[in-house]
Structure formats: structure tokens, C-alpha cells
């Protein structure tokens, strides 16, 4: 394919239709992207030719055009002597370089419109490149977020995950427990405390009723 024919299916080309029918955007937009770049540099290289030529013509414009003024000037002097034989020979000659002036005027023309269109078409498809990077980069933000939201949704339904929630509650459950075994040893510890001081105290009263009645048979045994 030619570089003007392949320039024009790229400036003419639909981005988002070529990406919405590729199996892998992000492949195909890379390769857009290299198709261009590699487009720009023939066409720098291309527009180089031209201008190198641009300057050749330039300077053949510029000689042929001193000496038709040069053969033009003879054709006046030889007038100004009477040769008009001579200064008819001059003017011919003058026609010559006046041709080849007009000649090589029209071939910068040429050129000239050459370099215009592919300033054109350079500038379109610098603004395909722009718009094909921007993609690129959408493409690639989109890829990252899609990862990071994929391997999210992974994590959140692991079973690594809800194994550690498992075990989790289990280790929350023990503890409970272990509060539980706690608080039931104070309450136990209270009862038995309540418990232990009820018998103290009737175990005093009946000691005091045996010591009250001990006495009382002493005072009886030694009062006879």
C-alpha cells in the first residue's frame, strides 16, 4: 500500500468503530498508533524530498532568470548600435531562459501545492494520532479500574475470607464463654459467701444457748 493511499484509510478511518468490533481494543489502538507514527515519519521524509526540490528550482528559477535579463541587456546594447540582426539573435536567446524560467515556475507550483496538501494531511492525521493516544490512555484507565474492581469482587467472595470470618466467630464464641465461666464463678463465690455467714451466725447462737445452759448447771451445782 502507498503512503498517500494508507494516509487516507487512516484520516478517513472511524476509531471507535474499529474498536468496538477488535477482540482486543487495546492492541489494535497500539497498532493504530504505530501505523500512524510510522505514517508521520514517511511523510516528514516525503515533505523533505519536496522541499530540497522546492529550493533546487528556487535556484535554477534564479540563474535562468539572470541570464534572460543578462541576453536582454545584449539585445539592448546591440539595438543601441544599430545590429538589429544581433539584437534579434539576443532576444531569442533571452526567450530560451524566459521558457525555462516559466518552466521550472510552474514545477515549484507543483511542488508548492504538494507541500500544501501535505501539510493537510499531516495536520488531520496529527489529530488522529491525539485522538488515538486519548483512547489509549481511556482504554488503559478503564483496563486498571476493571482489574482492581475484578480482583476486589475475588477477594470479597473467597473462601479465605469467609474461612476468616468463620474462625473468627468461633475465637468471638470462646470468649464468651470464657466471660461467662467468669461471671457464673462471682456469682457462685457470693452464694457461698451468704451461705457460709448464715451458718456462722447460728452456729453462734447455738453455741452461746450451750455456754448459757452450762452455766446455768454451775451456778445450780455449786448454789446446792
Do not use: C
Not at 476493571?146 to 468463620?166: C, D, F, Q, W
Amino acid at each position: 500500500m502507498g503512503m498517500f493511499s494508507r494516509m487516507t484509510d487512516i484520516v478517513q478511518a472511524n476509531l471507535n468503530a474499529m474498536l468496538d468490533k477488535a477482540e482486543d481494543p487495546e492492541k489494535v489502538i497500539r497498532l493504530i498508533i504505530q501505523e500512524m507514527e510510522e505514517t508521520l515519519v514517511e511523510i516528514r521524509s516525503e515533505a523533505a524530498k519536496y522541499i530540497a526540490q522546492q529550493k533546487q528550482f528556487h535556484r535554477q528559477q534564479d540563474k535562468f532568470q539572470r541570464e534572460a535579463d543578462s541576453w536582454l541587456k545584449k539585445a539592448e546594447l546591440a539595438m543601441s548600435k544599430g545590429k538589429e540582426d544581433l539584437a534579434r539573435a539576443a532576444l531569442q536567446e533571452k526567450q530560451k531562459y524566459t521558457d525555462q524560467v516559466n518552466a521550472v515556475n510552474e514545477q515549484l507550483n507543483q511542488v508548492g501545492e504538494l507541500l500544501g496538501n501535505l501539510q493537510e494531511d499531516t495536520a488531520r492525521l496529527q489529530s488522529k494520532l491525539t485522538e488515538a493516544r486519548t483512547k489509549q490512555k481511556t482504554l488503559f484507565s478503564r483496563k486498571q479500574s476493571a482489574t482492581v474492581r475484578l480482583k476486589a469482587k475475588t477477594v470479597e467472595h473467597s473462601n479465605k475470607i469467609e474461612s476468616a470470618m468463620a474462625r473468627f466467630e468461633q475465637y468471638e464464641q470462646r470468649i464468651d464463654n470464657l466471660e461467662a465461666q467468669v461471671e457464673a464463678y462471682d456469682l457462685t463465690a457470693k452464694s457461698e459467701s451468704h451461705d457460709t455467714s448464715l451458718k456462722a451466725q447460728f452456729r453462734e447462737l447455738s453455741t452461746s444457748d450451750d455456754i448459757d445452759k452450762e452455766l446455768a448447771d454451775l451456778k445450780q451445782k455449786y448454789a446446792a
